[in-house]
């Protein structure tokens, strides 16, 4: 069916933001951070600036959650025919999608995320309650209405990543 990736988008983005698993009470986000933010440019760790990305939705709550999902590479993520995918065809739909959804910590100029629930089964068997065990560490200014993440480690070390609040005309 063709509303299940739709279904499984927003059930992840949901269980992140509302339960049933809660940050623990040491974990605070950034009302300055907080809302919808829509990917505009990607620059690779060599320096190279895609300005017209793939789609891409980060959502942090000021209680420190957060969902984060996009589509990465030049190529347009391909749609498929009839209400099921092939195996061919969900590879290639899924491949390059990365979603993840959990807790996130300011300190200054810097966050770390933790995935809770994420597509890459691996980064998510990581996450403990207790324990740091899966975070990422991610630097971010605000300026101009534009947010600039620059991730310190993890999956996508050395990329920078310009968002941009959705309605809000690119460059302002």
Known sequence: M???PAAVSSLVLMTALFGPWQPPAHAQ???ELAGGWI???WTSADGVTDD???RGLFVFAA???YSMMYVLGDETRPTYDGDTMTEAETLAAYGSFVANSGRYTMDGNRFSYEAYMAKDP???AEFSAEDRTNAVNVEWSIADGILTLHWLDGFAEGQTATLRRPGQPQGN
Do not use: A, D, K, L
């Open 29 to 31: 986000g950034s009302p």
């Open 52 to 54: 017209t990305p793939q």
């Open 2 to 4: 063709r509303s299940v």
């Open 39 to 41: 990917i505009t440019s």
């Open 122 to 124: 691996n980064y998510m």
């Open 63 to 65: 209680t420190g959650t």
